[in-house]
């Protein structure tokens, strides 16, 4: 059964928010990605990143013994003011979210979460609406693909790779965020960051990320329905 939750004008402006920021994403690393291969048909290479090259270009379009012709230089200033366009956009959007993180108790309740920032937060109120449209937190991380699919044989159930079925956006957040949980976990002694950290030494990084993900869906379907602050488990 597929879900769509019912959602109000300033929830889908919210979202419009959220939009409009990812485009600008990609929008950058497009130009970036775009400036790094001109630079290398000059012979100048410049490792990925962002702010490598932001940090870089200044510097190469200085440089008057590196090779470049003027009309590149001309080309390359005019793309790195484009960059820099990206980025004070991309200031702008985050300023932005921040702000309705700020003003929203529902955002900063889910934001106690560990790996949960404004922009996940954010996108997860506005785009969830009235989280008791699911009965559980279970069906929740399903809406998001974060359940594993189910295969039946000889009477038998087993569980493979997650559905990644519903919002691509919203799971994506939440996996980047477990990520970045995981990172810190070892410096933890709670039990959540106990049981990811064992998970991760058995199966590995990327599948402990995805489970850590999913249990915290769960959390935030628990804490939008009961409207309850986050405290992490105990050790």
């Known amino acids: 059964m597929r879900f769509v939750p019912v ?3 300033d929830q889908q402006a919210v979202l419009m928010l959220h939009r409009a920021r990812s485009l600008m994403v990609a929008s950058r690393t497009a130009q970036v990605n775009q400036i790094r291969g ?14 490598k090259l932001r940090e870089r270009l200044p510097g190469i379009l200085e440089d008057v013994e590196n090779g470049l012709p003027g009309l590149g230089r001309e080309i390359f200033e005019s793309l790195l003011e484009q960059l820099r366009y990206f980025d ?9 979210i921040a702000q309705i ?20 937060a954010t996108a997860m109120v506005a785009s969830v609406g ?33 559905t990644k079925r519903g919002d691509t956006y919203l799971r994506t957040l939440l996996i ?3 990520r970045a949980a995981l990172r810190t ?5 709670d039990r959540k960051s106990r049981w990811a950290k064992a998970l991760e030494e058995r199966s590995g990084h990327n599948i402990a990320a995805v489970a850590l993900a999913a249990k915290h869906a769960r959390i935030i379907w628990a804490k939008l329905v009961r409207g309850t602050d986050y405290q992490s488990a105990a050790a």
């Open 7 to 9: 959602r109000d004008v």
């Open 38 to 51: 001109l630079l290398g048909e000059f012979g100048i290479v410049v490792p990925q990143g962002v702010n």
């Open 88 to 96: 004070e956009q991309l200031g702008l959007y985050d300023r932005r």
């Open 101 to 120: 993180a700020a003003n929203s108790e529902p955002v900063k309740r889910l934001m106690a979460i560990e790996g949960v920032g404004p922009i996940t």
């Open 130 to 162: 009235d989280a008791r449209t699911f009965q559980n937190g279970r069906q929740f991380a399903a809406w998001l693909g974060l359940t594993p699919s189910q295969n039946s044989s000889g009477g038998k159930t087993r569980l493979g790779r997650i």
């Open 176 to 178: 980047h965020g477990s």
């Open 185 to 189: 976990a070892e410096t933890k002694v």
